[in-house]
């Protein structure tokens, strides 16, 4: 089996789109936080409290897609480097490796989008109840 070094370069604009998208969703939830910080110093309610312990999952799980997506790309760089050093099979494994922790990148991210979906949902939730009410 032969791969070229053009191969594990085609992974440099998938992931970095994908890491800049990481890190706006970071930034959005780290300003949520401190939003939800501000006004629980002002109101201490337990809602407020489990939203901040939700978001701070979600902030450790972003963390962890993007050391992983990092990780793909510093993987992908040595499989280039290994390819052009003529390392035919250390450049396949390291190609291999880079696409598996791209893929457990990708798999965090699906576990923070669920948690994202279920939050909001409950916050819907509350929506209806209280249209219900009326």
């Not at 598996?100 to 576990?111: A, K, M, N, V």
Request: aromatic share 10%.
């Amino acid at each position: 089996m032969t791969l070229h070094i053009e191969t594990p370069a085609l992974l440099f604009s998938a992931t970095s789109l994908i890491l800049l998208a990481y890190t706006n969703r970071f930034l959005t939830i780290a300003q949520i936080v401190r939003s939800l910080k501000k006004h629980y110093d002002e109101v201490h309610t337990k809602s407020i409290l489990l939203q901040i312990k939700n978001l701070n999952l979600r902030l450790s799980l972003i963390r962890y897609m993007q050391l992983f997506g990092v990780l793909c790309l510093f993987l992908s760089v040595f499989a280039m480097l290994s390819l052009f050093l003529e390392q035919q099979t250390m450049g396949i494994y390291l190609f291999g490796a880079s696409l598996l922790t791209l893929l457990i990148s990708l798999g965090i991210s699906f576990w923070e989008i669920s948690i994202s979906v279920t939050a909001l949902r409950l916050h819907l939730s509350d929506l209806m109840e209280a249209e219900e009410e009326k």
